[in-house]
């Protein structure tokens, strides 16, 4: 969907690098979702933003930290990347916290 | 750890066959929803159960909610192979954020 683009779609970084997933959406929804996706382990909830200025961890937090100064922008930094962060990472949207989340097309990373 | 269950992890069919796939929550879920992942794509939201018991349907894709309303099937009848890519569920737990199912990733030989 047009209306929430990530980027970039595909990254190559090294261990103990920082790097910054970018994630905008266009709808002013008020939720935004960080999901990595692994082999194994379907999506899992990095964090969540339910609006500006508010954010919080989901199930695995640790290595990363968000900011959503603005509502329709919620990137996602890697502080040290480690070869467990390998992974896809795929920003959600929804209108509601538990309701019809859109995905955008998610950024393979890729830590070496 | 992973609080929604889904089986089969995968699933190989002829087409024309049927196919489903089962979740199952270790809570009552206030809802249940439906995603789709095409191969290299990403999850697409395709419908949401609320009530106990609810039975809806999408042309050959048939989604049921549980009486308990802690477990649901989505059931494909004629598969194509249109239907192939991964299936997940999903419903509200802590936080009232969604926790997603492993997925069941559907295969059609044509």
């Known amino acids: 969907d047009a209306g929430i683009t990530q980027s970039p779609r595909y990254k190559i970084t090294e261990t103990g690098r920082q790097v910054t997933l970018m994630c905008h959406q266009t709808?002013?929804?008020?939720?935004m979702f960080w999901y990595r996706q692994d082999l194994g382990h379907g999506l899992r909830l990095i964090y969540y933003?339910?609006?500006?200025?508010?954010?919080d961890k989901g199930e695995v937090p640790d290595g990363y930290v968000v900011s959503r100064s603005k509502t329709e922008n919620f990137p996602l930094t890697l502080e040290s990347a480690t070869r467990s962060q390998t992974s896809v990472y795929f920003c959600?949207?929804?209108?509601?916290?538990?309701?019809?989340?859109?995905f955008g097309s998610g950024t393979r990373l890729t830590v070496v | 750890g992973q609080q929604v269950m889904q089986i089969p992890q995968y699933q190989h069919v002829q087409e024309g066959e049927d196919f489903t796939t089962y979740c199952n929550s270790s809570?009552?879920?206030?809802?249940i929803q439906w995603y789709k992942q095409r191969p290299g794509g990403h999850p697409v939201f395709l419908i949401q159960?609320?009530?106990?018991?609810e039975v809806k349907k999408q042309k050959r894709l048939t989604f049921q909610f549980g009486e308990a309303k802690k477990n649901s099937s989505l059931h494909i009848t004629a598969t194509q192979t249109t239907d192939v890519g991964t299936y997940f569920c999903?419903?509200?737990?802590?936080?009232?954020?969604?926790?997603f199912g492993g997925g069941t990733r559907l295969m059609v030989k044509p």
């Open positions: 933003s339910a609006a500006a200025d508010i954010t």
């Open positions: 159960l609320v009530k106990s018991g």
């Open positions: 709808w002013s929804h008020s939720y």
């Open positions: 809570t009552t879920l206030s809802n």
């Open positions: 959600a949207s929804s209108g509601t916290a538990n309701y019809g989340y859109t």
């Open positions: 999903a419903g509200p737990h802590a936080g009232n954020m969604l926790t």
